[in-house]
């Protein structure tokens, strides 16, 4: 019978931990599955909240039925807004003297731009590919806090370099459409 060199032994014998240190550790790893998971639910709540900011303009430049359309002159810009008249090229709108648009969104003093006007209102969205992708700008910066909790509360730095980088698009295609 072959002799058993004295280091087999030892690694054939299991660990005896203490019952304290045991605790220690169950302790440990709960604080780790606690704080993974309340990161992850304010990266959700970011998420969703950016979504629903978003879409309370989004909608009146995505969905086109029973919408008011039609292209606004830009008059004056104050403040963050635009204001100037309305004239109704589709659907059953009416014309108008002054809607208001948000500065951001809207181009120079002078010049023309296709919009909706928000039902029972005087506010107008800009439609067509700039106006969608500003009215999603709330959500692209939704992706970039986001991105922030997901490296640094989940340990998650590869869907986080995503969701930043989403985030980013949606910014610089924004930026390039108005």
Known sequence: MPKSSPSSKKRSRP???????????????LLLVARTG???ALALLLLVAGVWTSWNTAQYAMLVEARERGTMTVADCRDERCTGPYLPSEGDGRRR??????AAAAPAEGEQVEVTVKP???????????????????????????????????????????????????????????
């Open 15 to 29: 660990v005896k931990r203490s019952r304290t240190r045991r605790m220690r550790e169950s302790a440990y790893g």
């Open 97 to 102: 003297t002054q809607v208001s648009i948000a």
């Open 38 to 40: 309340l990161m992850g």
């Open 120 to 178: 029972g209102t005087h506010n107008a969205v800009r439609t067509g590919a700039g106006g969608v992708l500003h009215a999603w700008v709330p959500f692209a910066g939704s992706l970039l806090l986001a991105a922030l909790v997901v490296a640094g509360g989940m340990k998650l730095r590869r869907v986080a370099w995503v969701m930043g980088l989403l985030g980013t698009v949606l910014l610089g295609a924004t930026f390039a459409a108005l």
